[in-house]
Structure formats: structure tokens, C-alpha cells
């Protein structure tokens, strides 16, 4: 599959690039995605969610009522669960969402991802560029550019760049991402990526 290369000008450079059909032009794969999906989302989870448990409340201890005859719930101090401001019944305690893939499933998902992309046509190549300082009106002039302002756009640089990542930083629907980092949730959450020619360089690199 062939694509044209243009400048952030929007403009035809006279260029083209053939994306890998080995990455870009497999079968997706759904199981792997959901699977990749749901690893990244649980190491984002914090885990620090902690609730009080009967023995970990401040209380006396005193047993409020006699075992029978109340004519109600047989409950022993004010701790207890069934009472307002008592312990909570297995509540939930600090722990660690993240789980473990193999890295060939991991890289399978990522192919899966991006070949989804492919087939919607939501991949741009551009030529590489740089900023000489962080400017987001130059951020936005290129998405005007090449047509895809008001969607969610993920910039594929193949190295970190201060410049255009502060350059995108304060627009709610723009991201960049080094393509060493590249991972199948920000794939599949963008409607459009816009791939570098050295990051397409090193996407095949990580993944061909």
C-alpha cells in the first residue's frame, strides 16, 4: 500500500512510501487488541482505593443490646456493619491492577491497531519537520493544513521533541507520541495519525 508523502503545507511533496504489509496490512486480530487494551488501562489504574473495616474503625467495643429478644438484627459494638457509620463488609484495599502479556502479543495487538488505521485510510505521512520554539498556532496550522483539525490526531514523531510536544500540549484533541512508545490504545483512540517518515522508518524497525 502506497502512500503520498506531504509537507506540513498540506502540499504533495512527489514522494511516496509503501507501508509495510507485514505490520499495515495483516488481519486484525481482536482478541489481542481488547487484551493490550485492557493491560494498558489497568497500569493506569493507581490502586489506592482503601475503606475502613470493622476492626480498623475507632469504637467501643461494648456490646449495645442483648443477643435476643430485640426483635431486630443480632449485632455486637457500634463498629458493626449493619450500623451507620459501622465497618465496611469487604471493602476495597490498595493493590496492583497490572498484569503481565507476552511481548509477541503485545506486538501483534500494536500491528492489529494499525492495520484498523490502514484500512480506514487514517493514516498521513509527512515529511519531517521541526519547530525553531514551541508554538501552537504552527500546531494548528498544520492539522488545518492537512485537513484534520476537530479530530482526534496523534502526531508520531521518531524521537522525543520538546518544541512540537509543547506545541500540542494545551489542544484537547492532539497527542505526540515517540514511535518506540507507540501502544495500541492511543492507535485505536485517534482518529488520524500523522506518521514522520523516519517514525514510519522506526515503526518498521520495532515491529517488521
Do not use: W
Amino acid at each position: 500500500m502506497e502512500i503520498n508523502v506531504l509537507n506540513i503545507k498540506g502540499q504533495e511533496t512527489g514522494r511516496k512510501v509503501t507501508l509495510n504489509e507485514n505490520i499495515f496490512g495483516i488481519e486484525p486480530n481482536d482478541h489481542v487488541i481488547y487484551l493490550d487494551v485492557k493491560r494498558y488501562l489497568a497500569d493506569q489504574r493507581q490502586g489506592t482505593a482503601k475503606a475502613k473495616e470493622r476492626s480498623e474503625h475507632a469504637g467501643s467495643t461494648r456490646k449495645l443490646g442483648r443477643q435476643k429478644g430485640g426483635g431486630g438484627a443480632r449485632h455486637g459494638d457500634i463498629n458493626s456493619p449493619l450500623l451507620r457509620g459501622g465497618g465496611r463488609v469487604f471493602g476495597p484495599r490498595p493493590r496492583d491492577y497490572r498484569f503481565k502479556l507476552n511481548k509477541k502479543v503485545i506486538a501483534l495487538a500494536r500491528k492489529s491497531a494499525l492495520a484498523y488505521k490502514a484500512k480506514e485510510n487514517a493514516i498521513i505521512v509527512v515529511e519531517d519537520f521541526n519547530f525553531e520554539a514551541p508554538k501552537t498556532k504552527e500546531f494548528i496550522a498544520i492539522a488545518k493544513n492537512l485537513h484534520v483539525e476537530g479530530k482526534k490526531l496523534l502526531m508520531v514523531l521518531p524521537e522525543a521533541n520538546k518544541d512540537v510536544y509543547l506545541s500540542a500540549r494545551n489542544l484537547q484533541k492532539a497527542e505526540c507520541i515517540i514511535a518506540s512508545n507507540l501502544n495500541t490504545y492511543k492507535v485505536l483512540n485517534a482518529d488520524v495519525m500523522v506518521i514522520t517518515e523516519k517514525s514510519l522508518e522506526s515503526i518498521n524497525g520495532v515491529l517488521g
